[in-house]
């Protein structure tokens, strides 16, 4: 049973318009969240984190929004740019536990 | 300061073997962790280790394995290798406290079993 689920499998945006990528999760045990952008052939890339006492955290062009009783939080990336074509993964973790992530959506911005 | 680092790169072993692979996490960074990912399933928890100790465990059969030595670095060992164990195996390190705890990444080793 998919605890985060990434229910977009692809995004494409115009480059300069907003992108909004979706996540929604089922445990609501998990207490901080995190988002990472891989490119192919190499390891996911920290982005920005959220902790579950907040509802929103901005790093530039980077915002995540949480959704506490939605279960549901979303990055927006804002405006989007060519080098922002990846695949993003959201993930979320909790006390000890590893990190539960979904499967990705994989952004891709047109110029 | 240095990234993860992972050894080696590619691998490419036959079904029963075992294999051994390798994390150097970034400096001051206690806490590794090991994900495979594949991709009909993604990224899925191995286990994590902490000042040499397992501190966490996913749902993975005892032929996964792990080993964290005294100066963080961290082996993972698959053994009697399967088919469906191809996969890029990933090492994240962090510094392992209590809390939003964000995770660094190497750049994998692909994994192929024939």
């Known amino acids: 049973d998919q605890q985060v689920k990434q229910n977009s499998p692809s995004l494409s945006v115009q480059e300069g318009r907003i992108s909004i990528l979706n996540c929604d999760y089922t445990n609501s045990m998990f207490d901080y969240f995190l988002w990472y952008k891989k490119y192919p052939a190499e390891g996911p890339t920290f982005l920005i984190s959220?902790?579950?006492?907040?509802d929103k955290n901005e790093d530039g062009r980077f915002t995540v929004f949480l959704n506490k009783s939605a279960k549901h939080l979303s990055l927006h990336i804002v405006p989007s740019q060519p080098g922002d074509s990846a695949v993003y993964f959201c993930?979320?973790?909790?006390?000890?536990?590893?990190?539960?992530f979904g499967k990705g959506t994989h952004l891709i911005i047109q110029p | 300061k240095a990234g993860v680092t992972q050894t080696p790169r590619y691998l490419i072993k036959t079904r029963g073997q075992q294999v051994t692979l390798s994390c150097s996490p970034i400096?001051?960074?206690?806490?590794v962790s090991w994900y495979q990912q594949t991709p009909g399933q993604g990224l899925q928890f191995l286990f994590e280790y902490f000042s040499e100790t397992q501190r966490n465990k996913g749902n993975f059969p005892g032929r996964f394995s792990g080993r964290q030595f005294s100066n963080s670095r961290s082996e993972m060992n698959v053994s009697t290798l399967e088919l469906g164990d191809s996969a890029l195996y990933l090492c994240?390190?962090?510094?392992?406290?209590?809390?939003?705890?964000?995770?660094?990444f190497g750049p994998g080793t692909r994994l192929t079993v024939t």
């Open positions: 959220i902790s579950s006492i907040k």
């Open positions: 994240a390190s962090s510094h392992g406290g209590i809390g939003p705890r964000e995770q660094y």
């Open positions: 993930a979320a973790g909790g006390g000890a536990d590893g990190l539960t």
């Open positions: 400096s001051g960074h206690r806490s």
